[in-house]
Each structure stands twice: as structure tokens, then as C-alpha cells.
């Protein structure tokens, strides 16, 4: 049973330029979560979404950023016109079907470098 | 909103010590506690998870502990070993939100 997969593992781009992320939850996991993790701090959550519904966005920025998670293929992070302020660690968390609330698994993350 | 602190920031022992790491959140009404280590430059890794209405489980030399009503628990590890080496993480599932809220972290350093 493969883990949480995370592609690309490394990522640069020139500001302005557009970064897709994508995560692909274990295999019967249902729920996926983004989080994000800038130099030198620890884990901000951004959304929380299921197949074709975003749960929570809370911590999304209102700017540039968005989410996927389709009915076929993984979950996507968008951000658009890329900032240096967007150089971080972005993770991806899934877990399996939960009352209340689940255990999570995370993949070993996609490092965005914006120049 | 849920609040968690993780102190101290870094820890550095020696080799074959036990030690302690701590994590406080600030809402009690939880419904786990998961703890995680994270080495430089990669993801993180589940070791261990606490049901709310558990007070602790264990994995081998490691011990977590949960007071929902003081608002901590503890990572205890035993003998401690240089591949220990990491930062480890809490994260606290509160019920009233769909997410776990992480602390920043203690980074651990084991000298051999």
C-alpha cells in the first residue's frame, strides 16, 4: 500500500510564473489535506478537501491560491502568479474514512523555490 | 481557537538519556492528539496517535501521554540513540474543527 505521493518533489519558478502541486492520498483515503510550511516554522494548515468538495479553506490565502480534489486523479494546489513569499514546504496529509476526526499520513512534500 | 506550544524549541543530550518533549494546546475538547517526527528536508512520520479517551500509548522506546484536562501531553523517549536526531511535532484534533493544529516543534539533537 503506497503512502501519501508527492509530485513534484522540487519546484522552481521566476516570479509571476504559475506552480501546480499534486497529491495523491493512499489507497482508500478519501479525505486530503494541504498544509504549508515556511523556513524556519512549523505547519499552517490551508484546506481540507474531499473527492469534488473543498471542506475547509480557512487558511488559504484569498489571493492566487486554490484547490482540487476531482472525482478522478489527485489533488491539486494551484497558486498563481507566484511570489517569493511563496517559497515553502507545501504537504499533503490524507486520511482513511473517520467519525470525528481521522489519523493523518503525510507525503514527503513539494518545496516550491520562487526566483 | 486552538492553540499549541511545543517547549523547548531545540534539546540537545547526550546519548543513551531519557527525555521528555512537551506539547500543551489550549482547547481541551479534542479528539486526538497525534505526535510526528520530521527529518531535515523530508515529510512527516506518524509515531504515535491518541484517542481523547486515552492517557497514553507506546511504540518501542517511545511513550506519549495524554491530560486533556491540563491541556499537555508528553513525548517520553528512552535511551535515547544519535538516529533519534529530528524535530518532532504535535498536532491536536480539536472538535470543533475538520483539522489538526500543529506546534512548531521541538528539534531534537542526540550526541553520540
Not at chain 2, 511545543?6 to 543513551?16: D, H, K, M
Not at chain 2, 517511545?62 to 529530528?86: C, E, F, H, M, V
Amino acid at each position: 500500500n503506497a503512502g501519501v505521493m508527492q509530485n513534484p518533489r522540487h519546484l522552481v519558478r521566476r516570479r509571476g510564473q504559475e506552480a501546480r502541486l499534486r497529491c495523491s492520498p493512499m489507497k482508500g483515503h478519501s479525505h486530503v489535506y494541504w498544509y504549508r510550511q515556511l523556513p524556519e516554522e512549523g505547519l499552517k494548515f490551508m484546506v481540507y478537501l474531499q473527492k469534488e468538495n473543498i471542506i475547509d479553506e480557512s487558511g488559504m490565502p484569498k489571493e492566487r491560491f486554490s484547490a482540487e480534489f476531482p472525482k478522478e486523479g489527485p489533488s491539486i494546489l494551484r497558486i498563481q502568479q507566484v511570489v517569493r513569499g511563496d517559497s515553502a514546504a507545501y504537504f499533503c496529509a490524507s486520511s482513511p474514512p473517520f467519525k470525528g476526526a481521522g489519523e493523518l499520513f503525510f507525503g514527503e512534500g513539494s518545496r516550491l523555490t520562487v526566483l | 481557537k486552538q492553540e499549541v506550544t511545543q517547549i523547548p524549541a531545540a534539546l540537545s543530550v547526550p546519548e543513551g538519556e531519557n527525555l521528555v518533549l512537551n506539547c500543551s494546546f489550549t482547547d481541551s475538547a479534542i479528539y486526538n492528539l497525534q505526535w510526528f517526527r520530521q527529518d531535515p528536508g523530508k515529510g512527516l512520520t506518524s509515531l504515535l496517535l491518541i484517542q481523547s479517551s486515552q492517557r497514553e500509548q507506546t511504540s518501542g522506546r517511545l511513550n506519549a501521554s495524554l491530560d486533556k484536562s491540563s491541556g499537555r501531553s508528553t513525548l517520553y523517549i528512552a535511551a535515547s540513540q544519535p538516529g533519534d536526531s529530528a524535530t518532532y511535532l504535535c498536532a491536536v484534533w480539536a472538535t470543533n474543527a475538520g483539522k489538526s493544529t500543529f506546534g512548531d516543534g521541538t528539534t531534537l539533537t542526540v550526541k553520540p
